[in-house]
C-alpha cells in the first residue's frame, strides 16, 4: 500500500496510491467501507492519523482499496461513479486539476531523527572514521518540503549538498524494541533528501542547523507500507544532480540496520507512530575528501529507491 498526501483547492488530504490512480482515503472508506469502517467508524483526515489508528483499521484500508480494484478491472460503470465523484483520479489528472502530492507527513510531529555516517564508504569519502554506535542527530519539522518543491539556496550557506536517503516511518510505537522485532513496528518506507549546508554544519559542531534549514527536508512522494518491503537493507539507493549519477548503493551497506537502529534508538526513548527516521546516505555526496561539487542553483537532484519510487527536488 501506498500512502500520500496530497493537496487539491487548498485542501490537504490522505490518498492512497495503486499504479497510476490516486485515490481519496475519506472518500474511499465511504464508498467500499460500508461493512468493514462503519459510518461511525475513524475518518482520519492527516496520515498522522492513519498510523495512529493502528494495524485493524490499515487492513480495512487495504480491503476497501482491493474492492475498489476490482471495481476498476470489472465495473466500468462503478467505476465512472468513483471518477465523476472525485474518490479517484489519475496522479496525471491530479496536477490536471491544480493538485500536487505533498511530503507523506507534511509536518511532522517532532524532529526527524537522522543517522550520521551509516555507509562506511560514506564515511571513508568525507575522511572521517567509522562510527562504533550509531550517530544520532536530528532536523526540525519545519523543514520538510514534498516531492517537486523547491529547495531554496539560502545566503547563510556556500556550501549546499544532498544525500539520498531510506527513511523509516514508525508504526507501533514502543521502548525497549529488541532487534528481533524492531521491523514489526515499522508502519513502512519513503524517501528523505538530508539536504545539508556543509559550513554551517561544521561552524556549529552541532549538526542540527545545517541540516535544519527550511526546505532541507524533501520527502516522498509517499509512504510504501512495511508488508511491501520485508527485507529493508535489500534496497537500492540512487540519487542523480541533472542527470549525472552520483549516488548508487545498496541498503545492505548500512553499517546499523533499521532493525538496530530502531533497538539502540528504543532503548531509553520511547518512539511514537509517525516517528521518522532517515537512516543514513551512500558515498557519492557534493562534498568529499579532496573533491567539492555542491549544489548550485538551478540543479535538480533525483533520488530513487528500489520499491519505494523516486523524490526530485530543484534548487532556487
Ligand atoms: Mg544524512
Not at 113 to 142: M, S
Not at 209 to 226: H, Q
Request: hydrophobic share 40%; charged share 25%.
Amino acid at each position: 500500500m501506498r500512502y500520500t498526501t496530497y493537496r487539491l483547492n487548498g485542501a490537504d488530504r490522505v490518498g492512497v496510491v495503486a499504479g497510476e490512480f490516486l485515490y481519496d482515503l475519506a472518500e474511499l472508506i465511504r464508498m467500499e467501507g460500508k461493512e468493514s469502517l462503519p459510518a461511525h467508524g475513524p475518518r482520519p483526515e492527516t496520515m498522522l492519523d492513519v498510523i495512529h489508528l493502528g494495524p485493524n483499521f490499515w487492513q480495512q484500508v487495504t480491503a476497501c482499496l482491493e474492492a475498489a480494484e476490482v471495481r476498476r478491472a470489472s465495473d466500468p460503470e462503478g467505476w465512472r461513479l468513483y471518477v465523476d465523484q472525485g474518490v479517484v483520479r489519475s496522479l496525471d489528472e491530479l496536477e490536471r486539476q491544480g493538485g500536487r502530492l505533498l511530503a507523506p507527513i507534511p509536518r511532522p510531529a517532532k524532529n526527524l531523527v537522522c543517522l550520521g555516517r551509516n555507509y562506511r564508504a560514506h564515511a571513508e569519502e568525507r575522511g572521517e572514521e567509522v562510527p562504533q554506535a550509531p550517530i544520532f542527530f536530528t532536523k526540525a519539522p519545519t523543514c520538510v518540503i514534498g516531492p517537486g518543491e523547491a529547495i531554496e539556496y539560502p545566503s547563510v550557506t556556500q556550501l549546499l549538498d544532498y544525500e539520498g536517503e531510506l527513511a523509516v516511518v514508525i508504526g507501533r510505537g514502543g521502548k525497549q524494541i529488541p532487534k528481533e522485532r524492531a521491523l514489526e513496528h515499522v508502519f513502512g518506507y519513503t524517501i528523505l533528501n538530508d539536504v545539508t549546508a556543509r559550513d554551517v554544519q561544521r561552524l556549529h559542531h552541532q549538526w542540527f542547523r545545517g541540516k535544519s534549514l527550511d526546505t532541507f527536508g524533501p520527502m516522498g512522494p509517499w509512504i510504501v507500507t512495511a508488508d511491501e518491503i520485508p527485507d529493508p537493507q535489500a534496497l537500492r539507493i540512487r540519487t542523480w544532480v541533472n542527470g549525472e549519477l552520483r549516488q548508487d548503493a545498496p541498503t545492505s551497506q548500512m553499517i546499523f540496520s533499521v532493525a538496530e537502529i530502531i533497538a539502540w534508538l528504543s532503548d531509553g526513548i520511547t518512539l511514537e507512530p509517525g516517528d521518522i527516521i532517515a537512516t543514513g546516505t551512500p558515498a557519492g555526496v557534493g562534498e568529499q575528501a579532496g573533491q567539492v561539487r555542491p549544489l548550485q542553483r538551478g540543479d535538480r537532484v533525483r533520488i530513487e529507491v528500489e520499491g519505494i519510487g523516486t523524490l526530485e527536488n530543484p534548487v532556487v
